[in-house]
């Protein structure tokens, strides 16, 4: 009977002595940096040894730990031959003679000097007790000249000091791959009979199982998992040899009474989900995800919404089996940004300017067509949220927004609007003017997914329609036709609208408007278990305050924050660096903005800071302290 489907994940393996994983993680000409809000930032290679990496050896010079530090920066960057200097003064002083030969031997080995790498790695191993990683470097070198038995004489006495060494490892089985099956088999159960040599023990596992040995390899599995007092590396890999073989009792066993998220990380974390949705155990995984979603695993932050969403599906149809809980279709009227929902009518905040005619109706834009991403269908409401926001503080037209939804989401149309379904909408409103709407046909350019897009105002008092844009569309073309959009819709009012402020968002600003929406009104009843979706609408949130100069995208932060102190607190204490990085750049300086600084250190209990605004707050006006009185948890002196 042959396996099943391989459904567990492995964990990449670590960075192999050569350096080639460096070489690949980065491209030739640029470089990967992390700025002071945590986002990833390219800059040209060039202009990052003149600006950061030469200041920094210079600044560093005398203190050889961070020189150490920045030499290995530069290294994973695929620097080598600017770093000469650096690496001869870490030869020279470094007390750590180890240290010190490895970095020159891979200076000299990444610069196509094989004869000096060679040189000061024998003399090192002339006059020290070499270790696993001078052997191992010192027979790349070797393997290099094509001088390969010699090299894999010194990946074994790499292999025999420490048997998990993983380039040596590697090297040793893929030689002995290339002579045969056998001789591969032969000496991974040599380097198995080690003491403590876990990863052959892993390797071994894997091949038994291909021979059909289960019973033998689940021994090795659990020696290695033993033998390496369980770290994340076997872990990862256990849950997964054992998840595609339907060793389930193992996992529960041998995995489940020793693992920790911290210690054991996401990946290992995922398979752990994978079990749970195999046995159906919703209740623990909602628990796992909830509490792993307080650690800095954002780059895994789809995935773990992924498990959230199955998760709690699963937990539905249990108490759908036992309730009845379809409560039918209701609507939601709208004329105020999201943000403002739940957020306790901060009249002081938002354009309280009397509505004026002619009167507008927004409606959800239909989504016509079969589509393989979920790109049209969150457009169909995304577009229409976006047109709410920017109406609220672009004019005072008698507007608002209707968006028709049950207890789990919010229905998109998947028919055009017809003329009766229009007239019926003009009877129950007699003071209707006009329908703003859209069409999103789907699938119209099968080959790269682009969509064809109207938008349009329907004039209920003469009937007729006038069509605002029609163009295809896609996620990377979208953001660009909004400016397009606004000022047509702005000639049709006669100029009644202002977009000054407008700013162009991102497309997953944009995008993820209707998933924020649902998530703040918890229409489902289940928010409280979708901490990953606030965590990403959260970081999303963060991004858009440093990205826009618009105090809307201040308060949309803020107003998540107090949401989130209230039903996920653990996300509050990860973000409070780039939180406070916000409040110390300045991006709360506007007069409205700054308002919200007590209400974002009453969230963090930051007395201190929160004291230094009490007279600010008393100098507001009345309809300001009100509010933020509705929030505060102390104030002085009130």
Not at 429 to 436: C, S, V
């Amino acid at each position: 009977m042959g396996l099943i489907k391989k459904i567990f994940t492995r964990k990449k393996s670590e960075m192999s002595t050569d350096n080639t994983d460096a070489e690949n993680s980065t491209s030739e000409k640029f470089v990967k940096l992390k700025d002071e809000f945590d986002r990833d930032v390219i800059i040209n290679k060039d202009v990052w040894i003149k600006d950061f990496l030469r200041p920094a050896i210079e600044k560093n010079w005398n203190n050889l730990e961070v020189l150490y530090s920045i030499i290995l920066d530069a290294f994973n960057n695929n620097v080598f031959a600017e770093m000469k200097d650096a690496v001869m003064r870490i030869y020279n002083l470094d007390k750590d003679r180890e240290r010190g030969t490895n970095f020159l031997g891979i200076y000299y080995a990444n610069c196509d000097m094989n004869d000096d790498a060679k040189i000061i790695y024998e003399k090192y191993m002339e006059t020290e007790e070499p270790s696993e990683i001078i052997f191992s470097n010192y027979a790349v070198i070797l393997e290099k000249e094509g001088r390969i038995s010699e090299a894999q004489k010194y990946f074994w006495k790499s292999i025999e000091i420490h048997p998990n060494m993983k380039n040596s490892l590697n090297k040793v089985l893929e030689f002995s791959k290339n002579k045969s099956n056998e001789e591969y088999y032969k000496n991974l159960y040599k380097i198995s009979t080690l003491p403590n040599s876990w990863s052959a023990k892993l390797l071994k596992a894997n091949y038994e199982i291909k021979l059909g040995n289960i019973e033998t390899a689940l021994v090795d599995i659990k020696n290695s998992l033993e033998e390496s007092d369980y770290n994340s590396e076997v872990v990862t890999a256990a849950l997964a040899i054992y998840g595609n073989n339907k060793k389930y009792d193992e996992i529960e066993n041998n995995i489940l009474p020793y693992f920790n998220p911290v210690k054991h990380g996401p990946h290992a974390t995922s398979n752990v989900l994978k079990y749970l949705k195999i046995s159906e155990k919703y209740e623990d995984a909602l628990y796992l995800i909830k509490n792993v979603s307080s650690l800095n695993w954002n780059q895994f932050t789809n995935e773990f919404i992924k498990y959230e969403d199955e998760f709690i599906q699963m937990k539905k149809n249990y108490e759908a089996a036992n309730t009845n809980t379809n409560s039918g279709s209701k609507v939601l009227s709208i004329s105020r940004p999201i943000w403002s929902n739940n957020f306790k009518n901060p009249t002081w905040a938002l354009n309280m300017a009397e509505k004026t005619k002619p009167s507008l109706l927004i409606l959800p834009f239909t989504n016509i067509g079969e589509t393989s991403t979920s790109f049209p269908k969150e457009l169909s409401i995304a577009l229409p949220l976006f047109l709410n926001d920017e109406l609220h503080y672009s004019s005072n037209l008698k507007y608002h927004l209707a968006l028709t939804y049950n207890d789990k989401e919010f229905k998109v149309p998947k028919n055009n609007y017809n003329t009766d379904y229009i007239d019926y909408i003009k009877a129950q409103n007699p003071d209707l003017d006009y329908i703003l709407s859209g069409n999103i046909l789907s699938k119209w350019d099968k080959e790269d997914n682009r969509y064809e897009l109207e938008v349009y105002i329907y004039d209920t008092n003469i009937s007729i329609k006038t069509t605002l844009l029609k163009e295809h569309v896609d996620e990377n073309s979208i953001v660009d036709l909004l400016p397009k959009l606004l000022n047509n819709l702005n000639l049709f009012f006669n100029g009644l609208i202002d977009f000054k402020t407008f700013e162009t968002p991102d497309v997953e600003n944009i995008l993820l408007k209707p998933k924020k929406l649902e998530v703040l009104m918890d229409l489902d009843g289940y928010s409280r278990d979708r901490s990953w979706a606030y965590n990403k609408i959260l970081y999303n949130a963060v991004n858009s305050v440093i990205e826009s100069e618009n105090d809307s995208a201040r308060f949309d932060l803020v107003s998540l924050l107090h949401q989130i102190m209230q039903i996920h607190p653990q996300l509050l204490s990860k973000v409070k660096p780039l939180i406070y990085n916000l409040v110390g750049n300045g991006y709360f300086i506007s007069e409205k903005s700054s308002k919200l600084l007590p209400l974002i250190f009453s969230i963090y209990s930051d007395e201190d800071n929160y004291n230094n605004f009490v007279e600010s707050i008393r100098r507001g006006n009345p309809d300001y302290i009100e509010w933020i009185n509705k929030f505060l948890y102390y104030t002085s002196n009130e």
